[in-house]
């Protein structure tokens, strides 16, 4: 049932406005409020280039980076190329992990979709103490 209501609040935040960052921004709190996350970005597909830009951000911002990831590069990079979520519980123990917070103990990231092709990449990071 809290799934039914994640996805409810996802599409009403998408069918209330057609401003692309306020949109965004709306999926980024509802993650956050849905799932206590203090840092979460999405990032959108550069189609010319193959890499991923951080376009919203949640959390501190002295934590968000300007430096582009390219398609399989870290957690959000392989989501995006295998156009499936990947979970690293520990990221200390996947290769995968690129450090971009310290306190970082999992990531989740969740390519976005429209259609069959990928467009971006929520991804998800939890603190240790958390």
Same mark, same amino acid.
């Given at each position: 049932?809290?799934?039914? /209501?994640? !996805?409810? *609040?996802? &599409? @009403? +935040?998408?069918l209330?406005?057609?401003?692309?960052? #306020?949109?965004?921004?709306?999926?980024l709190?509802?993650?956050?409020?849905?799932?206590?996350?203090?840092?979460?970005?999405?990032?959108?597909?550069?189609?010319?280039?193959?890499?991923?830009?951080?376009r /919203?951000? !949640?959390? *501190?911002? &002295? @934590? +968000?980076?300007?430096?582009?990831?390219?398609?399989? #590069?870290?957690?959000?990079?392989?989501?995006?190329?295998?156009?499936?979520?990947?979970?690293?519980?520990?990221?200390?123990?996947?290769?995968?992990?690129?450090?971009?917070?310290?306190?970082?103990?999992?990531?989740?990231?969740?390519?976005?979709?429209?259609?069959?092709?990928?467009?971006?990449?929520?991804?998800?990071?939890?603190?240790?103490?958390?």
């Amino acid at each position: 049932m809290q799934k039914i /209501a994640i !996805l409810y *609040d996802a &599409s @009403q +935040a998408v069918l209330s406005t057609f401003a692309l960052d #306020e949109v965004l921004n709306q999926i980024l709190q509802i993650a956050r409020d849905y799932f206590r996350l203090k840092n979460s970005a999405i990032m959108l597909l550069e189609t010319k280039t193959q890499t991923l830009r951080v376009r /919203a951000y !949640l959390g *501190d911002p &002295s @934590q +968000a980076t300007e430096k582009p990831l390219g398609v399989g #590069e870290g957690v959000a990079g392989t989501a995006v190329k295998l156009k499936r979520p990947i979970y690293a519980p520990d990221v200390t123990k996947d290769s995968r992990y690129l450090q971009t917070i310290a306190e970082t103990r999992s990531e989740l990231a969740i390519p976005l979709m429209v259609r069959d092709e990928v467009v971006g990449v929520l991804d998800c990071l939890r603190q240790r103490n958390h």
